[in-house]
């Protein structure tokens, strides 16, 4: 059981650049959200998906895109990497009432 | 302003010791609240979650207590062990919209 998967586990891109981190589960969970982390501070919601087709924004959207055509992916993009956008990346899924939420491993992203 | 508050010095306790971590909000009134288990360079482990109506939570070595009057949690670790080294957060959930809200967390280092 594989759980959450995320590729790439790091990535160094350039400013300006565009990438998408992608995300998958097999535990047949219908909301999925990304995060990123940053030293001393929480994990910050940044866009969510309650099921396929349904996607919303969390607290720091700007500058990333989703979709969910599928229950099973959910892939983030980045339109135009900055700087602010280095930061460590998390896919979760989880049932609708969120009540244990299942993480990936993590994406390590270093804008220059 | 709304935030949770997790001590963000390490918490250094002699093996065999209990290790309590303290959660702090303000101006939330939560569904529930969780605590999750993080590892350097991973992704977020789901160790127990307590509602709204519920004092304490126990499971195995870990007890976790909720008051709802003093916006506090507390999260014990009896008889500590080098393994428990980790950082651990602390997140709550709202009712109203399943989303959660995170604590920075607190690293804790069990000294042999």
């Known amino acids: 059981n594989a759980g959450v998967t995320q590729t790439p586990k790091f990535q160094v891109l350039k400013t300006g650049q565009s990438m998408t981190l992608q995300c998958a589960q097999d535990?047949?969970?219908?909301?999925m959200s990304w995060y990123r982390q940053d030293p001393g501070m929480g994990l910050r919601l940044i866009h969510y998906?309650?099921?396929?087709?349904?996607?919303d924004q969390g607290e720091v959207p700007n500058g990333y895109n989703v979709s969910r055509s599928t229950t099973e992916d959910f892939p983030l993009r980045l339109l135009s990497a900055a700087p602010s956008q280095t930061s460590v990346y998390f896919c979760?899924?989880?049932?609708?009432?969120?009540?244990?939420?299942?993480f990936g491993e993590g994406s390590w992203l270093t804008v220059v | 302003s709304q935030k949770i508050e997790q001590n963000s010095e390490a918490l250094n306790i002699q093996e065999g010791k209990t290790a309590t971590l303290t959660c702090n909000y303000t101006n939330y009134s939560p569904a529930y609240l969780q605590w999750y288990r993080q590892d350097p360079g991973r992704g977020p482990v789901f160790l127990l979650l307590?509602?709204?109506n519920e004092k304490e939570k126990r499971k195995e070595r870990l007890k976790v207590t909720f008051d709802t009057t003093l916006k506090q949690s507390l999260f014990h670790i009896t008889a500590s062990q080098p393994a428990d080294s980790a950082t651990y957060l602390c997140?709550?959930?709202?009712?109203?919209?399943?989303?959660?809200?995170w604590g920075a967390g607190t690293k804790l280092i069990i000294k042999p």
């Open positions: 307590i509602r709204e």
């Open positions: 998906s309650v099921g396929a087709g349904i996607t």
């Open positions: 979760a899924s989880s049932s609708p009432t969120g009540n244990t939420i299942y």
């Open positions: 535990m047949n969970h219908e909301y």
């Open positions: 997140a709550l959930t709202m009712d109203s919209n399943y989303q959660l809200i």
